[in-house]
């Protein structure tokens, strides 16, 4: 006879493990579209590749080559897409396999990388390589984030910085061979060094004589500015200008004096203005 009791309680055994399985499939399929999700509508590019080339890649990978889909994609290297010469001198593709080395003994590595679009554009990226094992074997998850707007953003702030300190130490030309150099506000030795470049060569270009630096609107002015000041004097004496000091305070003058060096090539005058009259009917 058949055992009907046992059958069907080996029945309902079957139905419950085949329920637990289809909820823990059901689980992975959720959290698979999760990280799908999240990889696929993440802004920066993400590509798995192995020996053979790119296995798989988000959108951001597809836009940041300026692709049209994703099999112009697959099947390529990471390194193919890039120009043959890094910023830093090196072939592409020899330093990609020493990236990728890296990368394996690390279990990480993250750098700097000049890649290219489709469009022939090269861009910069910080690269994040992450070694993985598949079924298939040994590969790379690889991830680009664009530095494009970063750089561009860093650029523009460069040439701001640039235009405000040479604004901040304007060479003025006030009349035939004479410049006027008003400075204001600290000067260090960067700011120092920047103005004695510009003073020079407007001294050259202009084939000025006299050089009129007012100190009227200097901050914290001691031994190091004066120093500063003393050789500006000298390095435009070299190029047949001379040099007028003029709003100086006791403080300024305390600090000059305090110097051990040779004054003759400096001249004094009251006020700007005092010395830009007398330049002119010099000249």
């Not at 100086?248 to 830009?276: C, F, Y």
Request: aromatic residues 4%.
């Amino acid at each position: 006879m058949v055992d009907v009791t046992g059958a069907q309680g080996d029945l309902a055994a079957l139905l419950h493990e085949n329920a637990v399985l289809r909820a823990r499939l059901a689980e992975c399929e959720a959290s698979a579209e999760r990280f799908r999700s999240i990889v696929e509508h993440a802004s920066d590019a993400y590509l798995l590749f192995d020996s053979t080339g790119i296995l798989d890649c988000n959108r951001a990978s597809i836009a940041m080559l300026r692709c049209t889909d994703k099999h112009q994609v697959l099947s390529l290297h990471p390194a193919v897409l890039s120009p043959d010469v890094q910023p830093d001198g090196r072939r592409s593709l020899e330093k990609s396999v020493e990236m990728d080395r890296t990368a394996r003994e690390r279990g990480f590595h993250r750098f700097q990388w000049m890649h290219r679009r489709m469009t022939g554009e090269d861009f910069p990226v910080e690269v994040t390589l992450t070694p993985v094992d598949l079924r298939s074997g040994p590969a790379m998850v690889v991830t680009w984030h664009d530095l494009s707007e970063l750089q561009a953003r860093e650029e523009a702030l460069r040439r701001q910085d640039e235009v405000i300190r040479r604004l901040s130490t304007p060479v003025i030309a006030v009349g035939e061979g004479a410049l006027l150099l008003p400075i204001v506000g600290p000067f260090g030795a960067r700011r120092a060094n920047e103005t004695t470049t510009a003073l020079l060569d407007a001294i050259s270009t202009q084939r000025a004589r006299t050089v009129i630096v007012d100190l009227t609107g200097v901050e914290d002015f001691d031994a190091a500015t004066a120093t500063a000041l003393v050789r500006l004097a000298a390095a435009a004496g070299l190029l047949g200008a001379e040099v007028v000091l003029t709003g100086i305070g006791p403080a300024i003058a305390t600090a000059i004096v305090g110097l051990d060096v040779d004054l003759r090539q400096i001249r004094t005058a009251t006020s700007a203005g005092e010395a830009i009259a007398r330049a002119l009917r010099r000249h």
